[in-house]
């Protein structure tokens, strides 16, 4: 039986002290596979790490333009140009378990319902609980999961896009995944394949180390503006559906600025500077990220 052709895309922003364990992470020898490090927005030496580890059919794109649905976008329908059999999505800051593409290839081959393959994490406090939770949803982390490649063909085709100031790709690609490509009235949660037999390690946080809090502190605005884009996202897709998504969220924030408050308890600090994130991205400012 031949191996299905496989393109495994990293997704990186200034990654430098990550990136190199994410690729050694990844399976050697792969028949029919390419791999492709899309750094994007970096300041650091993420994109030099990443060539100087001569790994084989690995290619680096070095974008300017941070974002990463916008480098997502850009990736997927601008770049390649052809599609292979499976995609697989990592994130640069996260370690693949061996054997992990092998579980999303063969899920994706066993489900033929399902568009997209989701892996579990491998470490931290909360993990059996994230993936009892993912079994029970079809859920989607953003740190590994794999599409099949006519799905993202079907997205081309269709002119469906990720708004480019998008916080987090994982959440609308499993949304378009369940609906396949219609509205919320076609969702059907079995379009994603949660697989436990695939998982990924991220970075523990740690609490005495500043750059962990920093970045957590970053990380927990960008939940925020998450938060309500998810809203946004929800409307559109109860309407219009996929070809409804404007190319940039932060055109429709105006009129729904009015009416987002910050909720209570601790994500109260972190929604109102996530709003006013919000608010200045309708001035033109940088929004996202």
């Not at 399902?114 to 953003?142: D, I, K, T």
């Amino acid at each position: 039986m031949t191996s299905p052709t496989l393109c495994i895309a990293v997704l990186a922003h200034n990654e430098a002290r990550r990136i190199a364990a994410c690729l050694r992470s990844l399976p050697e020898g792969w028949p029919n596979c390419t791999i492709h490090v899309i750094v994007n927005g970096s300041t650091d030496d993420t994109a030099a790490i990443a060539r100087g580890l001569n790994m084989p059919n690995t290619f680096v794109h070095d974008y300017t333009q941070g974002g990463k649905s916008r480098s997502w976008n850009r990736f997927v329908f601008d770049t390649l140009e052809t599609f292979a059999d499976v995609h697989v999505f990592v994130d640069g800051d996260a370690e693949v378990v061996a054997g992990s593409i092998e579980a999303l290839t063969a899920a994706l081959s066993t489900n033929p319902h399902a568009n997209l393959a989701s892996a579990v994490p491998a470490n931290g406090r909360h993990a059996a609980r994230y993936a009892a939770q993912m079994l029970r949803e079809g859920g989607v982390f953003g740190d590994l999961y794999a599409v099949r490649g006519s799905f993202l063909a079907r997205m081309k085709a269709a002119g469906v896009r990720l708004p480019d100031d998008l916080i987090g790709d994982d959440g609308l690609i499993g949304a378009l995944a369940k609906t396949d490509l219609a509205s919320e009235d076609a969702w059907d949660d079995r379009r994603v394949a949660v697989c436990l037999g695939a998982g990924f390690l991220c970075e523990p946080t740690r609490l005495t180390s500043m750059y962990t809090l920093r970045g957590q502190y970053r990380r927990m605005i960008n939940y925020s503006v998450r938060h309500f884009q998810n809203q946004i996202i929800s409307h559109i897709m109860r309407g219009a559906g996929p070809t409804g998504l404007p190319s940039l969220l932060n055109t429709l924030y105006a009129d729904w600025l009015p009416h987002f408050r910050p909720r209570r308890g601790t994500s109260w600090w972190f929604d109102r500077e996530a709003l006013k994130r919000m608010k200045n991205a309708t001035r033109g400012e940088r929004g996202w990220r």
